[in-house]
């Protein structure tokens, strides 16, 4: 079975300032997607950002990006100049390709950005 | 375009007692999810329909659960009856059918249902 591990269960950041969140997964497939999803408190959860395992390049939107390293099996998410808005738990998910849709997640890391 | 909706946003009730939560999706999406977080655990997927049909219910925890999506439009779970364990939150998402390509990679998540079976 696939699992994603998240070793962080709180982060903080000053404002303006890089803060990194970890995750790591297992599996033996090769063909995956790779998802982070942010929850602001009392809201939604959000897609962030979105790799596909077969893409080298690592996605990037504004001011979120990801370093991915397939082989070993690690997908963390820089966010780069915290702004309070950023504030939230952050969950790392899988998708493998031929089980249809169903993510699997980790167990959240929640940011606190001070201001 | 409005978003998924859930309801009730909260629910307290006893063990034994029957609970029927509500996801409404995002209008035309034929994919819709069930999640689930219990308290410091992780999210965990319940199940898939594909318009009114159940696709995937590998996630669901015992026959106590019970999923409909009635006409393919919104989804009811009934928990009955509702155990101590049954605690927790309990997401629903949705996504589009039959594109293909990064549209089709979203799920689009209610603001869940916060369950508390005492």
């Known amino acids: 079975a696939q699992t994603v591990t998240q070793s962080q269960p709180e982060m903080s950041v000053q404002e303006a300032e890089t803060v990194t969140l970890s995750c790591t997964y297992d599996?033996?497939?090769?063909?995956?997607?790779l998802f982070w999803y942010k929850q602001p408190p009392s809201r939604q959860m959000i897609l962030v950002i979105r790799?596909?395992?077969?893409?080298?390049q690592n996605a990037t939107e504004n001011r979120f990006s990801v370093n991915f390293q397939k082989a070993a099996k690690s997908f963390s998410l820089k966010i780069s100049d915290s702004q309070l808005g950023d504030a939230a738990m952050y969950f790392c998910?899988?998708?493998?390709?031929?089980?249809?849709?169903?993510?699997?997640f980790g167990g959240g890391t929640r940011v606190l950005v001070k201001p | 375009e409005a978003g998924v909706t859930q309801f009730p946003s909260h629910s307290v009730i006893e063990k034994g007692q029957t609970v029927t939560l509500r996801c409404d999706p995002i209008s035309g999406h034929d994919n819709l999810y069930w999640y689930r977080r219990v308290m410091g655990k992780e999210i965990k997927f319940l199940l898939h329909?594909?318009?009114?049909?159940?696709?995937?219910e590998s996630g669901m925890p015992n026959n106590r659960f019970l999923a409909e999506r009635t006409g393919g439009t919104y989804s009811t779970l009934k928990v009955q009856p509702a155990e101590l364990e049954d605690s927790g939150v309990y997401f629903c998402?949705?996504?589009?059918?039959?594109?293909?390509?990064?549209?089709?990679?979203?799920?689009?998540f209610g603001p869940g249902t916060r369950l508390l079976v005492l």
């Open positions: 998402a949705s996504s589009p059918g039959q594109v293909l390509g990064p549209a089709s990679w979203a799920q689009y």
């Open positions: 329909f594909v318009k009114e049909s159940k696709q995937d």
């Open positions: 998910a899988y998708r493998f390709k031929a089980a249809g849709n169903k993510l699997t």
């Open positions: 790799q596909e395992a077969y893409k080298q």
């Open positions: 599996t033996s497939e090769s063909d995956y997607y």
